[in-house]
């Protein structure tokens, strides 16, 4: 049975940083795409970042202060959060295993066959 773990979420001032961590078990996603999505109360789910081998996606809206890396001796993907603001308040859940291929598959929360049960992400102005 696949299970997806998050950790690392918490509260934290605007233009601080938090590592969110998300630990896979019962198959390898080495050569599969790993990402983060969030979700703030009222709107729909939303693609944060996505990495496999050298590939990396990110939204526009974290382009530039998130940073996703990954472990796969661990079997273990990071998101780094640094300058976070008050929009990133959000449940962030952790994605594993794509149903395709390509930049719009690996972007679009359909995408993923596994997913954690997400972790809060509170940022205090």
């Known amino acids: 049975q696949v299970q997806l773990v998050e950790s690392g979420g918490g509260l934290v001032q605007a233009g601080g940083s938090l590592r969110l961590s998300c630990a896979a078990s019962?198959?390898?996603?080495?050569?599969?795409?790993m990402g983060w999505f969030r979700q703030a109360p009222g709107k729909e789910r939303e693609f944060v970042a996505a990495?496999?081998?050298?590939?990396?996606y990110y939204a526009d809206s974290v382009k530039g202060r998130f940073a996703i890396s990954r472990d796969n001796a661990k079997n273990t993907v990071y998101l780094q959060m640094n300058s976070v603001k008050p929009e990133d308040t959000a449940v962030y859940y952790c994605?594993?295993?794509?149903?395709?291929?390509?930049?719009?598959?690996?972007?679009?929360?359909?995408?993923?066959?596994?997913w954690g049960q997400g972790t809060q992400v509170t940022v205090s102005s």
């Open positions: 990495t496999r081998g050298v590939t990396t």
């Open positions: 019962g198959r390898t996603f080495s050569s599969d795409f």
């Open positions: 994605a594993a295993g794509l149903r395709g291929s390509g930049r719009v598959v690996a972007t679009i929360a359909s995408g993923y066959d596994y």
